[in-house]
């Protein structure tokens, strides 16, 4: 796999703390069982989603400092 603008995507993944190429073994050793689009939708976000408690409510400000 060829990033034109490796930057960005090493970013991501130090800040995930996690490399690409896990992932990706990840991916071709399932690839064959998923049928449908649906399937590997549902396996990507099983398996690579990071689940986090919320701590606290989440409050969301403008550029104005309305506060939501």
């Known amino acids: 796999m060829l990033e034109i603008n490796a930057r960005p995507g090493l970013s991501i993944q130090i ?3 996690e490399g ?3 992932r990706l073994e990840a991916i071709d050793d399932v690839l064959p069982k998923l049928l ?3 399937e ?3 396996f990507v976000q099983e ?3 990071v ?3 919320l ?3 989440v409050k969301l400000a403008d550029t104005n ?3 939501y």
């Open 47 to 49: 398996a690579f989603a």
């Open 55 to 57: 701590q606290g409510s």
């Open 36 to 38: 449908g689009i649906d």
């Open 40 to 42: 590997k939708i549902a």
């Open 51 to 53: 689940k986090m408690p």
């Open 65 to 67: 400092g309305k506060v």
């Open 20 to 22: 690409l190429i896990p």
């Open 15 to 17: 800040a995930n703390r």
